[in-house]
């Protein structure tokens, strides 16, 4: 069945795009000069090899490959409407291949501010693909709303750095308020990401993602969380790039409730990554 639906699902998605490059419009031209042709879309794939901190011979080491796909296509209302995918490849044990959660989003640039300050806004919404999303919480689909704030510090520090504010609010659907596992489901969350990116010598770029979140159960309990990545990518060619980074992820608060657990290096939960990425 999970086989047919991913079949289904992947030849539905292909037709939309091929439906989509065929009924894109070339932007006017002028009498003198003649412009580029629009890119109503965008599709950009990405393989991520992924590993723990432990040592090889570890039990607790994991080695996995990550397949993402995101595909972005222009509206009329100078809008962008996204579909994004992936598939996760254990590389130890059974080797397994896992479809994650997909997701609709739909991304606007509102206005701008003092010519350095950008206010953009972003919502989407989960497709629970995942056998955990889909069998056991019995996700319906989670709607998450984010405003964002981008600053162009180019005037005030240094050209290429750019500082974005994201506050979020997520909320979930599920047909039960308990998970198959017993556990409580998360109803809402809300949480702030703030990620600084700097580009230097054209082709390099170093970025710093961070995120703190608090959600809520359907049973009144509450869980902060928070991740940290840190990744330098290089731009190989227009269309091809590759990074190398860090990732770490937990819970942001101690068993008590009250230390706290934030750590930016963690052995035994640090990932670091390379990935290769290709934009068409």
């Keep these: ?20 490059n065929n009924i894109q419009n070339a932007k006017a031209t002028t009498t003198t000069v003649k412009e580029e042709e629009e890119k109503r879309f965008s599709l950009l794939l990405i393989s991520t090899l992924g590993s723990s901190l432990h040592k090889v011979t570890d039990v607790d080491h994991s080695l996995s490959n990550d397949f993402e796909l995101s595909y972005k296509y222009k509206l009329p209302i100078d809008a962008k409407l996204g579909l994004y995918m992936a598939v996760s490849k254990n590389l130890m044990g059974e ?72 506050p979020y609010g997520k909320v979930a659907f599920y047909r039960y308020e308990v998970a198959l596992s017993g556990a409580s489901n998360d109803q809402f969350t809300f949480g702030n990401r703030l990620i600084i990116s700097y580009s230097f010598l054209k082709k390099f770029s170093i970025s710093l993602d961070n ?25 190989v060619t227009d269309a091809f790039g590759m990074a190398l980074g860090h990732y770490n992820s937990g819970s942001a608060l101690a068993s008590d409730g009250v230390e706290s657990a934030v750590k930016f290096i963690n052995p035994r939960t640090s990932t670091v990554y390379l990935s290769l990425s290709y934009a068409l």
């Design 1 to 20: 069945m999970n086989k047919v639906f991913t079949i289904t699902l992947i030849t539905i998605f292909s037709a939309i795009i091929l439906n989509l």
């Design 95 to 166: 080797k397994k291949l896992t479809l994650n959660d997909a997701s609709l989003s739909i991304a606007k640039v509102f206005t701008k501010f003092a010519d350095f300050i950008t206010f953009s806004g972003l919502a989407a919404a989960i497709i629970p693909l995942s056998e955990n999303s889909r069998d056991n919480k019995k996700m319906l689909s989670k709607i998450t709303i984010a405003p964002t704030f981008t600053f162009d510090m180019t005037k005030f520090i240094t050209p290429g750095l750019s500082i974005t504010y994201r």
């Design 211 to 235: 995120i703190y979140s608090r959600s809520w159960t359907f049973s009144g309990d509450s869980k902060d969380g928070f991740s940290f990545d840190q990744s330098i990518s290089y731009d």
